[in-house]
T-cell receptor
């Protein structure tokens, strides 16, 4: 089992609220990712990080922001939630040796966000 | 054109059937290849890595053809519990991200 955790698992919140989705991993992985996925649809990369103090935007534009102050922790924040932010948010981590075989990506259980 | 493409689903097969999934990728510099499985409303989980020589894990066989930029997954003697979406994943070298295909949904019927 992957040692990557997300909280909360489910969040229902009103429009305009600030929210932070937590993600932590105990595998010592340098690289971490946030994906957004609507039901039955594809995964979209919204943020990633190469390590502490590194954050990059992914392929899908997102109003969320991320931070990486500690290796094991990669929280995602929405300053003002809107109904269009309703989705599942999946955090992942991986090694990045470049050797191919060991670059496995592990996912957390996800946070299902509903903004009313 | 998407960087990773998969067979459009869904595949509806009876128990015990053999089913094959196909995947093509456009980046010839890709280094790592994987099949992930995603159950409904769950996170993707690694099914198997795909090596150049091909590899087998029980009822599952994965093959890679670098020249054609093609990956396949074969499931033999399919079980009801195999019902899920199967994601083809490709990664470049150091520093590059994982690229996920859109997935192919499999339903194994009793």
């Amino acid at each position: 089992e992957a040692d990557i955790y997300q909280t909360p698992r489910y969040l229902v919140i009103g429009t305009g609220k600030k929210i932070t989705l937590e993600c932590s991993q105990t595998m010592g992985h340098d690289k971490m990712y946030w994906y957004q996925q609507d039901p039955g649809m594809e995964l979209h990369l919204i943020h990633y990080s190469y390590g502490v103090n590194s954050t990059e935007k992914g392929d899908l534009s997102s109003e969320s922001t991320v931070s990486r102050i500690r290796t094991e922790h990669f929280p995602l924040t929405l300053e003002s939630a809107r109904p269009s932010h309703t989705s599942q948010y999946l955090c992942a981590s991986s090694e990045d040796w470049g050797s191919g075989r060991t670059d496995t990506q592990y996912f957390g259980p996800g946070t299902r966000l509903t903004v009313l | 054109r998407k960087e990773v493409e998969q067979d459009p689903g869904p595949f509806n097969v009876p128990e015990g059937a053999t089913v094959a999934f196909n995947c093509t990728y456009s980046n010839s510099a890709s280094q790592s290849f994987f099949w992930y499985r995603q159950d409904c409303r769950k996170e993707p989980k690694l099914l198997m890595s795909v090596y150049s020589s091909g590899n087998e894990d029980g009822r599952f066989t994965a093959q890679l053809n670098r020249a054609s930029q093609y990956i396949s997954l074969l499931i033999r003697d399919s079980k009801l519990s195999d019902s899920a979406t199967y994601l083809c994943v490709v990664k470049g070298n150091y520093g590059q991200n994982f690229v996920f295909g859109p997935g192919t949904r499999l339903s194994v019927l009793p």
